[in-house]
């Protein structure tokens, strides 16, 4: 089974500054870790994926993040943020063997300021 | 953007009465999923389909059903809503299974007095 822990529920931050979004997370197996970002009012959209290969992962609009497999995370940075990525963001992970589990952490709303 | 449409986008019933969400799906994706949103809980999965018919339950499905008659569509069904079925459901599509990236709808927020 898979569990994700998403710890600080909300992160402000301000513009222009480095910001980083903690995931942990827990399985047996071994995994696929994603990053979802939403906008109010909308779905969540995929920020960036880790299937395999490098532990370094970039995705959309300037973000990045780092498989670590033995502090089990998967931390999410941005070096220099906008007021438009104030966003709710999620951490998610899935097995990559035995029983389908997609999981969602439960989210953190980051908050730029100006 | 994926096409995936949701009906309705909002929604308010009282208790004990039937509800239907609707999940319509242009991408001719093999996977539908219900999701519902809530703070504090993040997304959690109730109900989800791997081919025409082919569904299973999530980690939240009690009072929920589902049904695909078509690939196209998902629905979502509370066959008597309660109060803490109030949420926002969102559905969303993948072409596979667990590495691949899950495309989600706009969402229904639903209101159940």
């Known amino acids: 089974a898979q569990s994700v822990t998403q710890l600080d529920s909300q992160v402000p931050v301000f513009e222009e500054a480095p910001v980083e979004l903690r995931c942990n997370y827990s399985?047996?197996?071994?995994?696929?870790l994603f990053w979802y970002v939403q906008y109010p009012n909308q779905g969540l959209q995929l920020l960036l994926k880790?299937?395999?290969?490098?532990?370094l992962v970039k995705g959309i609009n300037g973000f990045e993040a780092e498989f670590n497999k033995s502090q089990t995370s998967f931390h999410l940075r941005k070096p220099s943020v906008h007021i438009s990525d104030t966003a709710e963001y999620f951490c998610?992970?899935?097995?990559?063997?035995?029983?389908?589990?997609?999981?969602f952490g439960t989210g953190t709303r980051l908050k730029v300021l100006a | 953007d994926a096409g995936i449409t949701q009906s309705p986008r909002h929604k308010v019933t009282e208790t004990g009465t039937p509800v239907t969400l609707r999940c319509h799906q242009t991408?001719?994706?093999?996977?539908m999923y219900w999701y519902r949103q809530d703070p504090g809980h993040g997304l959690r999965l109730i109900h989800y389909?791997?081919?025409?018919?082919?569904?299973d339950k999530g980690e939240v499905s009690d009072g929920y059903s589902v049904s695909r008659s078509k690939t196209e569509d998902f629905l979502l069904t509370l066959e008597s809503a309660t109060s803490s079925q109030t949420s926002v459901y969102f559905c969303?599509?993948?072409?596979?299974?667990?590495?691949?990236?899950?495309?989600f709808g706009p969402g229904t927020r639903l209101l159940v007095l």
């Open positions: 998610a992970v899935s097995g990559t063997s035995g029983t389908y589990k997609y999981i």
């Open positions: 969303a599509i993948s072409e596979g299974w667990s590495m691949e990236t899950q495309y």
């Open positions: 399985s047996s197996v071994s995994v696929y």
């Open positions: 991408e001719n994706h093999r996977y």
């Open positions: 880790y299937l395999s290969g490098s532990t």
């Open positions: 389909s791997y081919g025409v018919k082919d569904t």
